[in-house]
């Protein structure tokens, strides 16, 4: 038994430690609780750099459903998760278009189906066969065979009905991966060229597609410089605020265009 423990133990037994024990428990808590802060940090900066890496988009797909289960056949959910050549919402700066072939190299990985993006709430994968992907003249489509399960039954149920129709997909960008262009509004265009898949999701009310820091890194320096102009460290927050107005306004204004 170490003195520390020790020192605890007469704690728990209601004992009255001296000044100077009491003064070397004290240091000792309080370089446990920075060890205990520092190792937290770490984890939750390990945490962030792995959420922010990846991306998710989502969109409305017509054609998301059922075929019908039968007493041999268990229910199968179909449709697209992505579609091609499709410009994307305006996402805080720049628009985004999924070329055809941007998928390919995924389709042999080990890929997740889930519900909501939640990582606990497996619907299907392909490496056991209940989740099936491939490309079409359209884009990503898939069939899934969700399980027995209450996420399973609800999945089915809320899609059928017509409550959950939108999809969403969680993926990585190599460097090379995408490139840069103008659109007819001036605006930076991103084009996935090839994208690491790693997830699809059906969505009941997809959240503000995330970016991840994958598309700043890759970006050029002409993208970055319309995405954050004049952003210097002395007044950091103050442009960071007015580049996100402006976006703002952007988007407000390309709503009222019905773009």
Request: charged share 25%; proline share 5%.
């Amino acid at each position: 038994m170490t003195k520390l423990e020790r020192m605890i133990n007469e704690i728990r037994a209601g004992r009255v430690l001296s000044a100077k024990n009491e003064s070397k428990l004290r240091a000792a808590m309080e370089a446990m609780m920075e060890v205990l802060a520092q190792l937290e940090g770490d984890i939750e900066d390990d945490s962030r750099a792995s959420a922010v890496s990846q991306e998710q988009r989502y969109a409305p797909i017509t054609g998301l459903e059922i075929r019908a289960k039968t007493l041999t056949e268990p229910a199968t959910i179909l449709g697209h998760a992505a579609l091609f050549n499709t410009p994307s919402v305006y996402m805080m700066g720049f628009r985004e278009t999924i070329e055809p072939g941007a998928f390919t190299d995924s389709l042999s990985g080990d890929i997740r189906a889930l519900w909501q993006h939640d990582t606990a709430r497996v619907l299907g994968r392909t490496k056991s066969g209940t989740l099936r992907l491939w490309e079409d003249d359209q884009g990503l489509a898939f069939e899934l065979n969700p399980p027995d399960t209450q996420d399973g039954r609800d999945a089915v149920t809320l899609i059928e009905r017509g409550d959950v129709d939108q999809m969403s997909f969680g993926f990585n960008v190599a460097p090379g991966g995408d490139s840069w262009s103008e659109d007819a509004d001036g605006i930076p265009l991103r084009s996935l060229r090839a994208v690491s898949l790693m997830e699809i999701s059906p969505v009941t009310w997809a959240a503000y597609p995330q970016t991840g820091v994958g598309v700043m890194r890759n970006a050029p320096k002409w993208v970055v410089d319309f995405l954050n102009p004049g952003v210097d460290d002395s007044r950091k927050a103050d442009d960071v605020s007015r580049v996100r107005l402006g976006h703002m306004l952007k988007r407000l204004e390309l709503f009222k265009k019905g773009i």
